[in-house]
């Protein structure tokens, strides 16, 4: 059965060129751990040729103290929130890395969580399951970074609370990234209040900062330069004779069982490390982030076909959606995507963080009808 083409077809995106100069952050510390954090993005902003926002500037700043109390208790945890594309993962991303200590993990908030709740039922028999669980993931752990925190289940939400309780009595500090201030989190009126709690730990315990600005730097063509994510594609309409002319699997592959953990999913082609699923194989079935986790430990190259436009899905079925394109994204898998309809027609819908999902999609190849006539 044919399956995708190699990496350095024709479908592949050229690279181009930076434009942007220099900007340099203000408020650097003086030595020791925060200079290095100034020095680190100093470095870095003139290799991609960033200009830096004046929020990001600040930030960097906020690093650099921080980072210089690390080895005191006056240290306090960041939480930066902000829309989407401004640079929040990417300052995550420096300061982990210039942080020179070892005592140090970076995870998806995500990917944690799901380690979270199997180590709670692993240790369900014991006093203090959480306690054992953590004892597990994060060892001797000093600086603990989670990126793209959100919350929308009232059950995860309860757990969150007594998470973060545990990491701030262990004097672990936080890094967070979130599409939310801590007041928009879990923004259900339903649960919302129940929820106020941790908002209120969050803010006695972190220096929340809006990393903004006008510019949204995942529209950069350059800006998933090395990522195996952007350099997937979109397809559309899917017609036979596109597929047949990108060499890609046929429309009408019989759906198979495919064990996933102690659960089965239904699959349309599996051959190595490429994986198919139709969106309603996966989407509007009862499919979790567990399920994608485990599928993005076997599989590299995700087809995800016949996505129809989100608007006519249910709730429930976008919101997997978007949880499924967080993991693809920062496991960092190559993705063909393939629609009825232009990308920007087919990413409609009501859920929440959607707007980050069609920023991180934006940034794929997106082949048409019109490249037809160029095969």
């Known amino acids: 059965m044919a399956v995708l083409p190699p990496k350095k077809s024709w479908l592949s995106a050229p690279l181009r060129t930076l434009g942007k100069r ?17 020095d680190y993005f100093r470095k870095k902003a003139r290799q991609q040729g960033y200009t830096l926002s004046h929020s990001q500037q600040r930030v960097i700043q906020s690093m650099a103290q921080q980072a210089g109390q690390l080895d005191q208790a006056s240290a306090r945890s960041l ?33 944690f969580f799901a380690q979270l709740h199997q180590g709670m039922f692993r240790h369900r028999g014991q006093d203090d399951a959480l ?27 309860m757990l969150i609370k007594r998470l973060f309780t545990a990491l701030f009595e262990r004097r672990i500090f936080l890094l967070i990234t979130s599409n939310y201030p801590p007041e928009g989190l879990l923004p259900n009126p339903l649960y919302h209040e129940r ?17 903004g600005g006008a510019h949204d730097y995942r529209s950069q063509p350059e800006s998933g330069i090395g990522q195996l994510f952007t350099q997937g594609h979109y397809v559309w309409p899917g017609c036979t004779a596109q597929r047949q002319a990108l060499q890609l699997p046929p429309l009408d592959s019989p759906p ?8 089965e999913l ?73 629609g009825q309809r232009p990308l920007r027609d087919s990413l409609g819908g009501t859920a929440a963080d959607l707007a980050r999902t069609r920023s991180r999609l934006g940034q794929l190849v997106e082949v048409g009808p019109a490249a037809l006539g160029a095969v």
Not at 22 to 38: D, F, M, N, R, Y
Not at 131 to 157: K, N, P, S, W, Y
Not at 267 to 291: G, K, N, W, Y
Not at 322 to 334: A, P
Request: glycine fraction near 6%; charge should be negative.
């Open 256 to 263: 198979f069982a495919l064990a996933v953990g102690t659960r």
């Open 79 to 111: 939480y930066l929130h902000g829309a989407v594309g401004r640079g929040k993962s990417w300052l995550l991303d420096g300061f982990f890395r210039a942080v020179p200590i070892s005592q140090k993990r970076r995870l998806h908030f995500h990917d």
């Open 22 to 38: 220099l900007g340099k952050p203000v408020g650097s510390e003086p030595g020791g751990h925060g200079q290095q954090i100034t």
């Open 195 to 211: 929820f106020l709690p941790v908002i209120k730990l969050i803010n006695a315990h972190m220096q929340v900062m809006e990393v």
């Open 266 to 338: 239904q699959a349309r082609l599996c051959h190595e490390r490429t994986i198919r699923f139709d969106f309603s194989d996966i989407c509007e079935q009862p499919t979790a982030v567990m399920d994608y986790l485990e599928l993005s430990r076997r599989f590299d190259t995700w087809i995800i076909d016949r996505l129809p436009n989100l608007e006519d899905c249910t709730v429930a079925a976008q919101q997997r959606f978007i949880n499924l394109i967080d993991v693809l994204y920062d496991q960092d898998k190559r993705l063909l995507l393939i």
């Open 131 to 157: 306690g054992m669980t953590l004892d597990e993931l994060l060892q001797d752990c000093r600086l603990l970074c989670f990126d793209e925190f959100h919350v929308h289940d009232i059950g995860d939400a």
